[in-house]
């Protein structure tokens, strides 16, 4: 391929993709919410000649400068008359709400669920039996214990709620990225977040549940055993927002046209797989890009790289409730998959991203009490107190009620009632009543019809006595957690219990991490010994049980949800110098753009990079244009790496440290890792990666694939298209786990 032929290859391809996206947001444009929004938007270029006004409309001639007295011999004092100024500053003055007491963090993004199986055996509501229908929705991701301020990649729970604006109205599912909860009952919602927040002697750490009082409170409270299993696994620190599976985690019930009840748990799978970065990455991510994740998702949404989610629904008929060995309406346990299968009924696809992040992600206000008709609560004792403590919670944010007249609040069904005035109202209701009854018979009920009618609570005998207490199957709270451990693969083990050793090494009183070995004890003696000697305590001397559960449950270990093969918005780093070989990089980065993941060519500067032909040209704006320079960037930011070919730009390469080192990191956290022609060399020479076989003959074409390297020495038309296959093959793939079973990441210093 020629060097122009190369040029002209690349416009097209990225012509064509943009072709494409803004195609798609024609489309988008019709979402009935994004119609909505759109009435309260307001774009700077199209209002009044683009001039700068006042709160109240009048033009402003000077925003630079108080109003103030001036002479000659210097400044006097401000006027207060100003009223422009003071406008300004008090505004600014007042632009914080208060943030979320828990998942403080977040990121925002607009969707629409799409029906195709209907429910109408199990409900009467209309989005979940109307496969006619299209659902605009609105996601929120956020870490739980941090502030707006800490970084993405801590290990926490992640909250996943999501909002369908219904024809019916709005109805918010509050769910986490894991399916169980660290508590019973929401009367000890206070106790488990004030633990894992920053203690409050010294207001450390932030973001982080690597301390004394979180492992105090795990320690002593037993029912948090199965829930810190999953939060010390692969799950407390995703990849990304759009390969995070999703959970409503409290017990529902649908009724269906019938009054027929069924109780059922929420879940959605991303079609990319439930993945996750390792420790170490973690950790460095933090530092580097703590908006890592934010960024991801909006950068992968702008690129046409849409996340799709499966929709399903876990459904116990009520006559079967008592059938199972726990109490179906206790939040520290899941429904396993291999006795209540998940029914994938939908799906749903983020598409737009927010116009503007506070009125949108900052002021969405989500409510475990937001349900529509066909959907109901049940007496899981975690749901009844998050419906009073959600709805408080946003009293709180807002001031009023009137919060859901904000624009991404309101919903897409008319809104009518006499509930009138409070702070900010917004709605002008005409008519001279505000009651009912009234002799104009305004503003009347709607008897229930369905999921069309009025809503209607379930008609449900209750019997018992007041007390302070629970059901009698309550009270175990350690074999679902046995049986999660025995679910890991191997890898998983070894990174959960890593975790433990790193959390629990952060806690300076010996009261608590013996405590912690304790409760390990209860769930896994071989857990329980390996943890203990790293940290430091004695061993176990026998196990708590005589015999553990050696059940695994089905769908919870990650290596069963890799995902739909694909690699869209997967992000890869191409290392190259002056010198490189364009033509290489130009085949691998069509390949690749065709399944949607996105190159960044990262070079010895960020500008122009010259490739072999061109080193001699004085030309400034010839070459291929890096978007990080070796320094600037780092491989964590990465799912992979490319090094292709070019003699003069190897021998730069071979020079730097730094790109040695952004290739062993890379090796290290189990990512793939490609190479051509002589960039093949530059990792047998310069890298030296332990045990890995490379393709080093220029005689032959072969494609080796060695732990997740990928190589081909003598690279041409002929064979590019198998390297760019094996290479989007193992991205699809995430991380090579033999690489890690092997014992070959520990083998690279990086």
């Known amino acids: 391929m020629s060097l122009q032929s190369a040029l002209e290859t690349m416009q097209e391809v990225g012509g064509g993709l943009k072709a494409k996206m803004a195609e798609k947001a024609n489309a988008l444009s019709s979402n009935a919410k994004i119609k909505q929004l759109g009435q309260y938007t307001v774009t700077p270029e199209s209002t009044r000649d683009n001039c700068m006004t006042t709160n109240t409309g009048v033009k402003v001639a000077n925003t630079d400068d108080w109003l103030k007295v001036i002479s000659d011999n210097g400044t006097g004092p401000h006027i207060l008359e100003d009223f422009h100024a003071r406008e ?181 799978t991303p079609d990319l797989g439930v993945h996750s970065l390792v420790w170490d990455e973690a950790l460095k991510i933090a530092g580097q890009d703590p908006d890592f994740h934010r960024k991801d998702l909006y950068a992968a949404i702008d690129n046409g790289a849409y996340p799709k989610w499966k929709f399903g629904i876990q459904c116990i008929k009520e006559a079967d409730a008592d059938n199972f060995d726990f109490d179906i309406l206790d939040s520290t346990k899941l429904w396993p998959e291999q006795l209540v299968p998940v029914r994938y009924i939908g799906e749903f696809e983020l598409n737009r991203n927010v116009t503007e992040y506070f009125p949108e992600t900052e002021q969405v206000a989500f409510c475990t009490s937001h349900i529509v008709p066909g959907i109901d609560f049940t007496d899981d004792p975690l749901l009844q107190g998050r419906n009073f403590s959600y709805l408080d919670t946003q009293l709180n944010r807002f001031g009023s009620f009137n919060f859901n007249e904000l624009p991404i609040n309101k919903p897409l069904a008319p809104t009518l009632n006499n509930q009138r005035d409070g702070f900010m109202r917004h709605t002008i209701t005409e008519g001279k009543v505000n009651y009912w009854p009234n002799r104009y018979s305004s503003i009347k009920p709607t008897p229930p019809s369905g999921g ?139 390949a690749l753009a065709a ?52 003699a003069g730009h190897i021998l730069k390469m071979k020079q730097s440290g730094r790109v040695t080192h952004w290739v062993r990191e890379a090796f290290e956290h189990l990512k793939p890792i490609c190479a051509t022609g002589e960039g093949v060399d530059f990792i047998q020479q310069a890298v ?52 890690e079973d092997a014992g070959l990441n520990l083998k690279v210093a990086a």
């Open 88 to 268: 300004k500053i008090h505004h600014f003055d007042h632009e914080r709400i208060p943030e979320r007491v828990v998942h403080a963090r977040g990121a925002g993004a607009h969707g629409v669920f799409r029906l195709f199986e209907s429910a109408a055996d199990v409900t009467c509501a209309k989005v979940l039996t109307d496969t006619s229908r299209e659902t605009p929705m609105f996601v929120r991701f956020s870490t739980v214990l941090g502030s707006r301020g800490s970084a993405d990649t801590v290990r926490d729970v992640r909250g996943f709620a999501i909002r369908f604006y219904t024809e019916e109205g709005n109805w918010d599912i509050v769910g986490n990225n894991i399916p169980v909860f660290f508590i019973q009952d929401s009367i000890k919602f206070p106790d488990v977040i004030h633990s894992g927040k920053p203690e409050p002697s010294t207001e450390v750490p932030q973001a982080q549940s690597a301390h004394n009082n979180f492992w105090d409170f795990m320690g002593l409270q037993p029912e948090t055993s199965h829930m810190f299993m999953w939060a010390m696994s692969d799950r407390g620190i995703p990849r990304s927002y759009r390969m995070m599976q999703g959970f409503g985690v409290n017990t529902f019930a649908l009724i269906n046209e019938q009054g027929e009840r069924t109780f059922v748990k929420f879940v959605w």
């Open 452 to 590: 069309s009618g009025g809503f209607e609570t379930y008609r449900q005998e209750v019997n018992g006595f007041k007390q302070r207490k629970r059901g009698p199957k309550f009270y175990e709270h350690l074999n679902q957690a046995t049986q999660f451990y025995n679910s890991m693969r191997p890898h998983e083990k070894r990174h959960m219990t890593n975790s433990f050793v790193f959390e629990l090494s952060k806690c300076d009183d010996p009261q608590v991490y013996t405590t912690m070995i304790e409760r390990l004890n209860m769930v896994s003696f071989e857990l329980a010994c390996t943890v203990a000697t790293q940290v430091g305590v004695a061993p176990p001397e026998k196990p708590f049980k005589t015999e553990y559960p050696t059940a695994a449950i089905q769908g919870v270990s990650q290596a069963e949800l890799t995902g739909n093969g694909s690699i869209e918005g997967r992000r890869v780093a191409i290392l190259i110098a002056d010198g490189f070989d364009l033509g290489q990089v130009t085949e691998m980065r069509t």
């Open 595 to 646: 399944q949607k993941a996105v190159t960044f060519i990262v070079g010895e500067r960020r500008g122009p990079i010259k490739a072999a032909g061109q080193e001699e040209s004085s030309k400034y704006e010839e070459g291929l244009g890096a978007d990080f320079s070796w320094e600037s960037g780092r491989s964590t930011l990465f799912d992979s790496i490319y090094v292709p070919g070019g």
């Open 688 to 739: 030296v990666l332990p045990g890995v076989d490379l393709a080093l003959s220029e005689e032959s074409t072969e494609v080796i694939n060695s732990y997740g390297v990928i190589t081909s020495r003598n690279v041409g038309l002929t064979n590019i298209g198998d390297v760019a296959k094996q290479f989007s093959q193992e991205m699809s793939q995430h991380r090579n786990w033999a690489r």
